[in-house]
Structure formats: C-alpha cells, structure tokens
T-cell receptor, first 115, second 115 residues
Framework: KAGVTQTPRYLIKTRGQQVTLSCSPISGHRSVSWYQQTPGQGLQFLFEYFSETQRNKGNFPGRFSGRQFSNSRSEMNVSTLELGDSALYLC??????????????FGPGTRLTVL | AQSVTQLDSHVSVSEGTPVLLRCNYSSSYSPSLFWYVQHPNKGLQLLLKYTSAATLVKGINGFEAEFKKSETSFHLTKPSAHMSDAAEYFCVVSGSSGSARQLTFGSGTQLTVLP
C-alpha cells in the first residue's frame, strides 16, 4: 500500500497570506489527523477528521481550519499567516474507527516558511 | 488528561553499546503507548506500541519497551546501537475514545551514536 502523501513538501509564504496543505491517507483509512511541529513547542495536535467530520480539535486559533472529502483526503488551511506559523505540518492517517489503540501512520510533512 | 515526560532531551552512546531512552506517562485511564522515530527531514515512523497485552513490547529494528504501571514508565531499549539509529525519538500516549484519542507527544530525545 502506498503511504500517506502530503503536498506540497515545501512552501514559502509571506505574513498575511493564506495557505492550503493537502494530505492523502493510506487507502482504506478514514481518519486523518494534523500536527504542527516546531522546535519550541514540539509536536502539537491540530485536529482530526473522520468521515468528513471534525472529531477532535487541539488548542489552536480559528485561523487554522481543515476539512475532509468523501475520499478521505484532507486539507488544512491557515489564514492570515504569522511568522510563528513557520513549522513542519504533519498529517497522519488511521484505520481505527473509534475505539482501541489509535495507531497512526505519518506522512513526510509539509515544511512551511513564513517570511 | 494525559501527558508524557521524556526524561532526557539528548542521549549519546557508542556504536555497539546499549540504548536506553526514558519515558514517564500520566493518564487518568488505561493508556495506549507508542514510540515513534523521526530521522532528519522525514516523517514519523512507528517503532512499537503497547495496547494492554504483554507488558514487554518488541518493535522494529531490535527496539523493545517495557510497560511498568507501578512506575508509570515506558522506557525504550536496544541491546546494541547502530549508526543508523541516530534520530529523534518520541514517546506518545493515547486514550481509547473521545478527545483522549488524540496522540500526546513527549518533547523528544535526540539519540546520537558515536563511532
């Protein structure tokens, strides 16, 4: 099976712009989660989508949003970019529908740089 | 609520010597525990997982971890380090349902393997 894919791999934006990142999960996986990784804050959970519905949300401002399509592909959007949004954004997919161990498989990430 | 503490931010070992990466967790329910590894400019790869079955868990590449409930620990070990083991390692806790299903990451341990 192909792994989790994320596009683009690298992105450079300026403050105030908005950005959309894309994630395609492993075939058959219906849960997609997003994480932000920075040197200062480490790995932080953004949100999780399952069957096109946001199921969990981390402590991020409303500028961070996401959605999931019927084929389980997911996008996350960041509006009004700030310098502090520079990070590696990781997407993870899981086949687990609701209970039990929530093993997740990660993509390579999108490196976002905000200038 | 759940949290993870990785007791060492950096560990340095010589090739061929044992590896010990320490992790303590806090959880108000029976947790699932994971160790992930991240090589430079790569995504996260699952090394092993604990899901309330055997307390000694074997993972890929010769790594194993022991779940000790009385000590709330889940330390990662390997008998003999290889140069290719140099990477950052994350201890992760997850609950079984609801908002607890999101992965909560430790701050990471950078493993250096000296020739």
């Amino acid at each position: 099976k192909a792994g989790v894919t994320q596009t683009p791999r690298y992105l450079i934006k300026t403050r105030g712009q908005q950005v959309t990142l894309s994630c395609s999960p492993i075939s058959g996986h219906r849960s997609v989660s997003w994480y932000q990784q920075t040197p200062g804050q480490g790995l932080q959970f953004l949100f999780e989508y399952f069957s096109e519905t946001q199921r969990n949300k981390g402590n991020f401002p409303g500028r961070f949003s996401g959605r999931q399509f019927s084929n389980s592909r997911s996008e996350m959007n960041v509006s009004t970019l700030e310098l502090g949004d520079s990070a590696l954004y990781l997407c993870a997919s899981s086949s687990n529908p609701g209970t039990g161990p929530h093993e997740q498989f990660f993509g390579p990430g999108t490196r976002l740089t905000v200038l | 609520a759940q949290s993870v503490t990785q007791l060492d931010s950096h560990v340095s070992v010589s090739e061929g010597t044992p590896v010990l990466l320490r992790c303590n967790y806090s959880s108000s329910y029976s947790p699932s525990l994971f160790w992930y590894v991240q090589h430079p400019n790569k995504g996260l790869q699952l090394l092993l997982k604990y899901t309330s079955a055997a307390t000694l868990v074997k993972g890929i590449n010769g790594f194993e971890a022991e779940f000790k409930k009385s000590e709330t620990s889940f330390h990662l070990t390997k008998p003999s380090a290889h140069m290719s083991d140099a990477a950052e390692y994350f201890c992760v806790v997850s609950g079984s349902s609801g908002s607890a299903r999101q992965l909560t990451f430790g701050s990471g341990t950078q493993l250096t393997v000296l020739p």
